[in-house]
């Protein structure tokens, strides 16, 4: 492939396609096959965080890892899975917020923090 700026060539992006390698190929399909993991990992996070109050996603984590011994249907998650699905919680479905614990210069909200991650908890109309 060449460096410069130039738009590839039709043979430049075959080369940077994977479909014709098959690790890569099962991986994707079996990611495709466990869509519910996402909702099982939404459904979880909320639970850790109503029954155990606010945390921030390292603590979930430890939490959830728990649950999962109990629970062997609940999907093995890393630390940057939890993170992903609680930003996804918070932006797009409003069930989590960060807490806010003030203002800082400029009017920017200060949020709540833990070992540097901000501590979330479950909004009311999530909590109801």
């Known amino acids: 492939m060449s460096t410069t700026n130039a738009t590839p060539t039709p043979l430049d992006i075959r080369r940077m396609s994977h479909r014709d390698d098959p690790h890569t190929s099962h991986e994707a399909a ?3 096959s466990t869509g519910t993991k996402k909702s099982l990992l939404y459904g979880a ?3 850790v965080l109503a ?3 606010p945390g921030t996603p390292s603590e979930v984590l430890d939490r959830y890892t728990l649950q999962r011994l109990d ?3 609940l999907p093995e998650a890393d630390l940057q899975e939890i993170r992903r699905r609680m930003t996804e919680l918070e932006h797009d479905f409003g069930s989590i917020e960060p807490i806010r614990v003030g ?3 400029g009017g920017k909200p200060q949020f709540a923090t833990r ?3 901000r501590v ?3 909004t009311e109309a999530a909590a109801a």
């Open 71 to 73: 629970i062997e249907s």
């Open 30 to 32: 079996e990611r495709a």
């Open 120 to 122: 979330m908890r479950l």
């Open 45 to 47: 996070i909320v639970a």
């Open 103 to 105: 203002t800082q210069r």
């Open 115 to 117: 070992e540097g991650q």
């Open 51 to 53: 029954t155990h109050g």
